[in-house]
Structure formats: structure tokens, C-alpha cells
């Protein structure tokens, strides 16, 4: 089997974790060759000292990557790119990665949002892009440092819609062999606007109020506000032939349930912490365009937006 050249860019919460996953099983069988990128500090300390992830799941807690680079325009025919940078990087990562990929190199975004796997294909028009969400608990301890509590992260992707008859098997074999609880599906877009209704509602009315998970499910007018939120979204969904499940908005607060109650959210944290960059784009920018071309309106989401961008001057 010849070895493909497989890079992870962004070693954040995400990246770290799923990174980690990749390489240090890379590191036992060395069927391939594994690229890290990551900024400055990070960089610096994996270079020197590995990537270590703290988790329950794993005895030996530092890996080592065959490369580790500070730019997307030093990588040499990559097969696969794991892209797990925050969504306001986005555009800019695959700007460079458009001048760096092969027409064969498939992309696999770790993010969530709806809107990912549209907004790639926009700057990276003809390669394979894998539609994914992901759920993982898991942050930055340090630069190069990140730690994973709870439960074992997963990941949840699908074919690529506009090339559905690729073969991806060893790509899905590469996700099983790194011992990544994984979900492949011939269609995730469900799963993608599942787990979207419940983090653009929850994100946009904690970052209104600085409040937490548990209060928007307690407290009556943030309740209401998620839910106009989450009506909104579904009758977008509705309208893409996304069938999302019944009783959708009422399992979307069950969900939230099994949260502790005093979980932030981090559009919450990072609005009011005025930080530059949030993900208030992410959420409400893709509800207002996906309503503008669906033809849905979306009212509550755009005050809510017009309320949080007032409030903050981002």
C-alpha cells in the first residue's frame, strides 16, 4: 500500500484531540505520513516536546508527527486535510490550501455549523469535500497541550454530495484504524443540522444574555427566544428536504438537559469577553443567508444578530 500523506491543520480542542488519535497510531504502524500545522507557540512546543493530549483513553499521552509546519504553503501533495480551525479562519485556510492541494486531495472539515461544507466549496470548487459535524469535550490546557474529559469524542461524516460514487473506503479504514469512534453515513446533512439547531440556539441567547445552557432552559424569556430561533432553523431545513426528527425543538432542551447547568457556550464567552473573532457569523450569519435563498424568513434570528452585534461592536 503506498503511504498517503495525511495533515491535520489546527491543533486546537478539535484538532488536538482527533490529531492526536491519527498520529499516535500512525506512530505504531507507520502506514503513512502525518503533517501537523499550527501557529507559533504551538508549533514551537510541538516541535520541541510532541502534541499531548490528556485523556482517559490513552496511557501514553505524547505523539509525535512525522512533520510539523507554521504554513499551509510548505505541504507537499496532501492526500487528506483535516481542517479544524475556528470558523472565522476558514475562508483564509482554504484560500491556501487552494494553491497547495492536488485535484485528488479530499478535505474533511472537523467543524460544525451548516454552512462548512458550502462555504469550502465556494474557494475549493472541484475536489472532494466530506460534510462532518463532531462532538468532543475537549480544550486547550496549554499551546500544544489539550486535555479531554467526559466522553469519548465522535466524529460523524458522509459522502460528499456533489460525489456521491467516490470511493472513500481508506478513508473511513484510516478514521477506524486511529480508534476514532466514528459514524460514516451516505448522508449526514441530518446529523449537521441536528447538532446546528441545538449550538446556534443555545450560542445566540447566551451571548445576548452572558447567561448559560442551564439558564435557557429555566429561564422563560430565553427559553422562548431559543425556541423562535429553532422554529426558524427547522423551516430552513424543512425547505432543503433535511428531515429532521419529530419533536425536534422539544429533544433539542432534552439534550441541552444533560449539560450542567452553568455551561457557557463559546460564542457566549466570546462575545463577552469582547474577543475580535466569533462565531456570531456561524450561527446567525447562516441561519439570515440560508433563509435569503430558501426564501424563509428569519426575523427573531436577524434581531437577535443585529442585538449582539449593537452590544459588542464586533
Known amino acids: 500500500m503506498n503511504k498517503k500523506h495525511i495533515v491535520i491543520i489546527g491543533l486546537g480542542g ?15 504502524n507507520k502506514q503513512n505520513q502525518i503533517s501537523f500545522i499550527a501557529r507559533t507557540k504551538t508549533y514551537e512546543t510541538v516541535k520541541d516536546r510532541g502534541l499531548t493530549l490528556f485523556s482517559s483513553e490513552h496511557k501514553n499521552s505524547i505523539t509525535y508527527p512525522d512533520a510539523i509546519y507554521q504554513n499551509i504553503s510548505e505541504i507537499n501533495n496532501p492526500d487528506l486535510v483535516f481542517i479544524c480551525v475556528k470558523e472565522y479562519d476558514l475562508e483564509n485556510i482554504c484560500s491556501q490550501l487552494s494553491k497547495v492541494i492536488t485535484k485528488n486531495t479530499v478535505l474533511l472539515p472537523m467543524m460544525n455549523g451548516a454552512d462548512i461544507y458550502d462555504r469550502i466549496r465556494k474557494i475549493i470548487p472541484h475536489n ?3 460534510p462532518s459535524c463532531v462532538y468532543v469535550a475537549s480544550h486547550i490546557k496549554e499551546k500544544g497541550i489539550v486535555e479531554h474529559k467526559g ?3 465522535q466524529l460523524i461524516f458522509g459522502k460528499d454530495p456533489e460525489h456521491p460514487s467516490e470511493n472513500i473506503d481508506w478513508i473511513i479504514n484510516l478514521i477506524e484504524n486511529s480508534g476514532i469512534n466514528s459514524d460514516f ?4 446533512q441530518v446529523d449537521i443540522w441536528t447538532k446546528f439547531i441545538f449550538i446556534a440556539s443555545f450560542g445566540l441567547v447566551t451571548a445576548k444574555h452572558n447567561s448559560s445552557i442551564g439558564d435557557v432552559r429555566t429561564i422563560e424569556l430565553q427559553k422562548e427566544e431559543a425556541t423562535k430561533i429553532m422554529i426558524e432553523i427547522k423551516a430552513i431545513a424543512d425547505k432543503k428536504g433535511i428531515h429532521l426528527q419529530d419533536h425536534i425543538i422539544q429533544k433539542t432542551f432534552e439534550k441541552a438537559s444533560t449539560f450542567p447547568p452553568k455551561t457557557p457556550t463559546s460564542l457566549q464567552l466570546d462575545v463577552n469577553s469582547g474577543k475580535e473573532n466569533n462565531e456570531l457569523e456561524l450561527f446567525a450569519g447562516a441561519i439570515i443567508n440560508y433563509g435569503k435563498e430558501t426564501n424563509i424568513d428569519t426575523p427573531f434570528s436577524e434581531k437577535i444578530y443585529q442585538e449582539i452585534k449593537a452590544t459588542h461592536n464586533n
Do not use: D, H, P, R
Not at 185 to 188: I, M, S, T, V
Open 151 to 153: 466522553k469519548t469524542g
Open 14 to 28: 478539535v484538532g488536538g484531540y482527533f490529531g492526536f488519535k491519527i498520529s499516535q497510531s500512525n506512530e505504531a
Open 128 to 130: 472532494i469535500i466530506l
Open 185 to 188: 453515513k451516505e448522508n449526514c
